[in-house]
């Protein structure tokens, strides 16, 4: 889906719809992720007066312990401010400007912005690296040479 990113800003719309996790192919060649995240992408116009998308993604998403491998459910829940620049310099003077910059993250405007890449690039960045259940009883259960079981009935 594709939006001019400027004209989009300007007019204060809302996009909303959903990432089925299975069907992106990049964020499969991370690790096994299921489940369905919501996004949603509004349009407005800054206090300076700069096109800004809010893109909020919620969701329950399904992944491995990497404790024990079995299922976990993991909750992504983030908003981010995108600022909207109309040429490279300035939006390499915002990103990567010392100290007082208040542009959280940024694009270059665009007449065909790619909304599904823009909803993939984050998630994958929430994406959690080597999640555990909370209290993981860990691979140790399934492995009887080291259970506690174990060495009691050869002592017996
Ligand atoms: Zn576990």
Redesign the pocket.
Known sequence: MYIDNVKFAKSGKTINGKLDLLKCERIQEIDQFSGEVSYELVGYMDTLNRPTLKLSIYGIIGTL?Q??L?P?EVTLDNQSRITVFFNEDQLDAALFAEGDSDVEDGVLAEAEFDIMQLVEDEVIMLLPYAS??ES???LSYHDSADSPFGVLKNII
């Open positions: 312990c404790n024990c079995q976990m555990k259940h993981c009883i860990g």
